[in-house]
């Protein structure tokens, strides 16, 4: 009954490495989002979707690449770990994209870059 | 741009006491939402309570209540009786008509319930 989901739980990669993220969500929404949340617990938008197009696209570098194959799956591929993408990454999902909307939020994927 | 900003890194409350968090914000925008969403140990974020700029009556949900000054730019969360399981990190956040769906996060506030 999970709204929103995220595999792995815990990845845990060398640098340099290549690694993806999977977001799903069964709560019909259209729009998605990714977050990254620091060691000091700072959290800051990456991306967000509607209906699989990209919408936000904050400054993040092009090593990471998000893809959504439909509106109920957005995953991140990071290309190139650096130990800097070490982190908290959230997906989460909004009914829209309007500003109002609540967003919710899936259990996190935390990254370790050795 | 808009910027949240929340002082208090950490607070600590005994049981069933009131505890209030707080959060201001800077935007130019007259059209925003505002949002508070906590994240306990198991790092799930869930909204708390949110509260439309228009409004000028203050948003409660149950134990939760927002004292919201939209010309201070100041919006505080009350948590009344509180509970061991309020203990976790509480986010504000802002979301403004013109930037669409982006929540900007304040850096976050550790309230810890002491039994």
């Known amino acids: 009954d999970t709204a929103v989901s995220q595999t792995p739980k815990y990845l845990v990669t060398q640098m340099g490495n290549d690694k993806s993220i999977k977001c799903e969500q069964n709560l019909g929404h259209d729009t998605m989002y990714w977050y990254k949340q620091d060691s000091k617990k700072f959290l800051k938008i990456m991306f967000s979707?509607?209906?699989?197009?990209?919408?936000i696209n904050e400054t993040v570098p092009n090593r990471f690449s998000p893809k959504s194959p439909d509106k109920a799956h957005l995953n991140l591929h990071i290309n190139s770990l650096e130990l800097g993408d070490s982190a908290v990454y959230f997906c989460?999902?909004?009914?829209?994209?309007?500003?109002?909307?609540?967003?919710?939020f899936g259990p996190g994927t935390r990254l370790t870059v050795l | 741009a808009q910027t949240v900003t929340q002082s208090q890194p950490e607070m600590s409350v005994q049981e069933a006491e009131t505890v209030t968090l707080s959060c201001t914000y800077d935007?130019?925008?007259?059209?925003?939402?505002l949002f508070w969403y906590k994240q306990p140990p198991s790092r799930q974020m869930i909204l708390v309570i949110r509260?439309?700029?228009?409004?000028?009556q203050n948003a409660t949900e149950n134990r939760f209540s927002v004292n919201f000054q939209k010309a201070a730019k100041s919006f505080s969360l009350k948590i009344s009786d509180s509970q061991l399981g309020d203990t976790a990190m509480y986010f504000c956040a802002s979301a403004l008509k013109a930037a669409g769906n982006k929540l900007t996060f304040g850096g976050g506030t550790r309230v810890l319930v002491k039994p």
């Open positions: 979707y509607n209906n699989k197009e990209l919408i």
């Open positions: 935007t130019s925008e007259s059209n925003y939402y």
């Open positions: 509260q439309e700029a228009y409004k000028q």
């Open positions: 989460a999902s909004s009914q829209s994209p309007i500003f109002y909307n609540e967003q919710f």
